[in-house]
């Protein structure tokens, strides 16, 4: 009657064993999932920041071009001084200098001018960037929403999932011994969720120790719990006769 009652009872532990290892799996891919999300968020980050870096070299070029207009207005004041100049002055020699200078500051103000063009088309360039940039970001951020809406949905799906193994369990845990149960427990808890465990091929399917015939014997005659020597799991034997 007591071996019976053993059989039966191993029975329910391999059954709660089934239902335990889902919920350990669950519990640990719930606990991934706001890694999974910050890492989600950071590689968005690290796009904004590269926008960012593109805005910075835009204004950059901006104080760049104000520069150089700067600079070249300066030279344009110079010209129009020195012509007005020109007619003043009173001997070939003067004039011939001055003319030069003229002709100097102009050639001067034409290289400054290219700069310029030069400036200018690099901010062209740099508005269509930004331009493709912002609309990959937006279409990066809806991306990065649905992620965390999916992954968000996937935790209420554990929830609830992990709400019917609770059930599914009470079902099972009343009709255990309770000093059982609580050894069960204790191993659940100690063997990161895997408590009972199958010998198959003489060997304990949880650490693969070599199970010796005498091991064996003692299992298959259900008068008490056969621990794996290595483990510490309980050891049945699947497939036996009831
Ligand atoms: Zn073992």
Redesign the pocket.
Same mark, same amino acid.
């Given at each position: 009657m007591l071996t019976q009652n053993l059989k039966a009872q191993i029975r329910s532990l391999v059954e709660l064993q089934t239902i335990d290892s889902e919920i350990y799996a669950l519990r640990y891919e719930k606990e991934s999932k706001p890694k999974e999300i910050s890492l989600l968020e950071a590689a968005f980050e690290e796009k904004k920041q590269s926008l960012s870096s593109i805005e910075k070299e835009s204004l950059d070029l901006q104080k760049k071009r104000k520069d150089i207009e700067l600079e070249l207005g300066g030279k344009e004041e110079s010209i129009k001084k020195l012509q007005t100049q020109l007619y003043q002055l009173k001997t070939n020699k003067e004039y011939q200098t001055m003319l030069k200078e003229i002709g100097d500051t102009k050639a001067d103000a034409s290289v400054i001018e290219d700069k310029a063009i030069q400036v200018l088309e690099q901010i062209d360039k740099i508005k269509i960037e930004i331009e493709k940039e912002k609309q990959n970001l937006q279409g990066e951020e809806k991306l990065l929403n649905e992620q965390k809406q999916n992954i968000e949905n996937r935790i209420k799906g554990i929830d609830d999932r992990m709400a019917q193994l609770e059930v599914q369990r009470k079902q099972i845990t009343p009709g255990l011994d309770p000093k059982i149960l609580a050894q069960y427990e204790r191993i659940l808890f100690n063997r990161d969720g895997l408590a009972i465990?199958n010998v198959n091929n003489d060997s #304990?399917?949880?650490? =693969? !120790?070599h199970v010796p015939p005498q091991v064996i014997n003692l299992i298959k005659m259900y008068e008490r719990i056969v621990i #794996?020597?290595? #483990? =510490?799991?309980i !050891?049945y034997i699947e497939n036996e006769p009831r």
């Amino acid at each position: 009657m007591l071996t019976q009652n053993l059989k039966a009872q191993i029975r329910s532990l391999v059954e709660l064993q089934t239902i335990d290892s889902e919920i350990y799996a669950l519990r640990y891919e719930k606990e991934s999932k706001p890694k999974e999300i910050s890492l989600l968020e950071a590689a968005f980050e690290e796009k904004k920041q590269s926008l960012s870096s593109i805005e910075k070299e835009s204004l950059d070029l901006q104080k760049k071009r104000k520069d150089i207009e700067l600079e070249l207005g300066g030279k344009e004041e110079s010209i129009k001084k020195l012509q007005t100049q020109l007619y003043q002055l009173k001997t070939n020699k003067e004039y011939q200098t001055m003319l030069k200078e003229i002709g100097d500051t102009k050639a001067d103000a034409s290289v400054i001018e290219d700069k310029a063009i030069q400036v200018l088309e690099q901010i062209d360039k740099i508005k269509i960037e930004i331009e493709k940039e912002k609309q990959n970001l937006q279409g990066e951020e809806k991306l990065l929403n649905e992620q965390k809406q999916n992954i968000e949905n996937r935790i209420k799906g554990i929830d609830d999932r992990m709400a019917q193994l609770e059930v599914q369990r009470k079902q099972i845990t009343p009709g255990l011994d309770p000093k059982i149960l609580a050894q069960y427990e204790r191993i659940l808890f100690n063997r990161d969720g895997l408590a009972i465990v199958n010998v198959n091929n003489d060997s #304990c399917q949880g650490c =693969n !120790l070599h199970v010796p015939p005498q091991v064996i014997n003692l299992i298959k005659m259900y008068e008490r719990i056969v621990i #794996c020597e290595a #483990c =510490n799991r309980i !050891l049945y034997i699947e497939n036996e006769p009831r």
